[in-house]
C-alpha cells in the first residue's frame, strides 16, 4: 500500500476563509435540534420511539439492543425527572462525538461546508437529538471517525482503542451498518499498517474486486437467504397501509426485486418523499429538500473520492469509503423505499459517513485539483 500523506501547511488567503469549525457550534446546532424536534417536530410527527423508550413501552421480549436503550432512557427520566433533560442526554452524546471528530480532523475553511450541510440538514438533526438508536450510533459513528481521522494526524493509543469500540457498538446498534463501516475500517488498516506496495490505484482495486468477487460467490447463499427471510419481510412488517407515508405500491418480495431495482431504489430511498408525496403532506416538503441536499452530498463527495491525490488516500476512499457507502445504502434501501417518513429516522445513523471524503482531505491537507 501507498504511504499515507502527513498534514502539511498550506497558504489561505485570509484567516476567516481557514477557520475552524467551533465546538461550541456544534453543541449549539444539538441543542437547537433538541427543541425543535420537541417542540415543533413532534406536533406534526409522532416522536412514537423515543418516547416509547423513555416509558418502558417495549416488552421484556423485545430486541437486547431496545431493551438496553429502553433502561438507559428509563434510567435517565428517573434521575433527571423531565423528557426534554432526556432527549438532551442522548443528543450531548451525539454532540459528544462530532467535538471529538471535529477537533481530531482540524475540519477548516471550505472543507466544514460538507459537514455544516449534514448537522444542518433536519433529516440527520431531528432524530440524531432525542432519544434512540439514532443519536447513540451518531455518536459512535462520530468517535469513530474522529479515531480514523485523528490516527492520521499522530498516531496514539486512544484512537487504536476507540474505534473498535465504537464499531462493536455500532454493530449492537444496527448490525448492516455497523458490518459496513468494519469492512471500511480493514481496508483503512491495510493501508495505515499493510506492506507498502507501489501498486496504482486502478491495479489495487483490480485486485480486492477479485477478493470481493470471490468472497461473494462463496458467501451469496446466506446474504440471499438473509435478504428474502429477514431483511424484506422485516422492511415490510415495520409499515401498515393506515401510515399516510407507506408507500403501498412497493413490493420487493425477492433478492432480484431489490438489486434489479437499485438504480431508482437508492436515489429515491435517500431523497424521501417525491414531489407528489409532498403536496399531499406539505410538512414533508422541507424533508423532500432536505433529502436532495443529502443526495447532493452523496454525489459531491464521490466526486471528491475520485479526484482526491494519487496514493494512499484516494485508496481508502475509493477502495474502503466508496464500497462500504454501497453497502449501506443497499441495506437501508428497502426500509427508506417503503416509507420515507421513517426511512428518514434509519438514514440519520449514517448521514456523517457520506461526508467522509472531505473530512480526510481535510485532515491531511491535501488540495484537490
Not at 276 to 301: I, N, Q
Not at 314 to 338: D, E, K
Request: charged share 10%.
Amino acid at each position: 500500500m501507498s504511504a499515507i500523506p502527513h498534514p502539511r501547511a498550506t497558504t489561505h488567503p485570509s484567516a476567516s476563509a481557514d477557520a475552524p469549525l467551533k465546538r461550541a457550534a456544534v453543541v449549539a446546532i444539538f441543542v437547537a435540534w433538541t427543541l425543535f424536534s420537541v417542540f415543533v417536530y413532534s406536533r406534526y410527527s409522532s416522536l412514537g420511539d423515543a418516547q416509547t423508550y423513555m416509558t418502558g413501552g417495549y416488552g421484556e421480549f423485545s430486541q437486547g439492543r431496545t431493551l438496553l436503550i429502553t433502561r438507559i432512557a428509563g434510567g435517565l427520566r428517573s434521575v433527571l425527572g423531565t423528557d426534554l433533560l432526556v432527549h438532551l442526554a442522548f443528543s450531548m452524546f451525539a454532540a459528544a462525538g462530532v467535538c471529538y471528530l471535529v477537533a481530531q480532523a482540524d475540519i477548516r475553511g471550505r472543507y466544514r461546508w460538507p459537514l455544516l450541510a449534514i448537522l444542518l440538514n433536519p433529516n440527520f438533526g431531528v432524530w440524531a437529538s432525542v432519544t434512540g438508536r439514532e443519536s447513540l450510533f451518531v455518536g459512535l459513528l462520530a468517535f469513530f471517525m474522529g479515531a480514523v481521522l485523528g490516527n492520521l494526524r499522530g498516531r496514539r493509543l486512544a484512537h487504536a482503542l476507540i474505534a473498535p469500540l465504537c464499531i462493536a457498538g455500532m454493530i449492537y446498534i444496527r448490525a448492516p451498518f455497523g458490518i459496513a463501516i468494519a469492512l471500511f475500517y480493514l481496508i483503512y488498516l491495510l493501508y495505515v499498517w499493510g506492506p507498502r506496495l507501489r501498486l496504482s490505484t486502478g491495479v489495487q482495486a483490480v485486485f480486492f474486486l477479485a477478493l470481493a468477487t470471490l468472497g461473494l460467490i462463496l458467501a451469496w447463499p446466506h446474504i440471499d437467504a438473509y435478504i428474502n427471510d429477514e431483511i424484506l419481510p422485516l422492511a415490510r412488517s415495520y409499515f401498515t397501509v393506515a401510515s399516510t407515508t407507506t408507500r403501498t405500491w412497493v413490493d420487493l418480495r425477492t433478492t432480484n426485486d431489490l438489486l434489479g431495482g437499485l438504480w431508482w431504489i437508492l436515489p429515491l430511498s435517500l431523497i424521501g418523499p417525491t414531489p407528489a408525496e409532498a403536496l399531499a403532506r406539505p410538512t414533508m416538503l422541507p424533508f423532500m429538500l432536505a433529502g436532495l441536499v443529502v443526495f447532493g452530498s452523496l454525489l459531491y463527495s464521490i466526486g471528491v473520492a475520485f479526484k482526491a491525490p494519487r496514493g494512499a488516500v484516494r485508496g481508502i476512499l475509493l477502495l474502503g469509503w466508496l464500497p462500504a457507502t454501497f453497502v449501506i445504502l443497499v441495506s437501508y434501501a428497502p426500509f427508506g423505499i417503503y416509507n420515507p417518513g421513517s426511512g428518514i429516522r434509519y438514514a440519520s445513523c449514517f448521514l456523517l459517513f457520506l461526508v467522509f471524503p472531505s473530512l480526510l482531505l481535510s485532515t491531511t491537507r491535501q488540495t484537490v485539483q
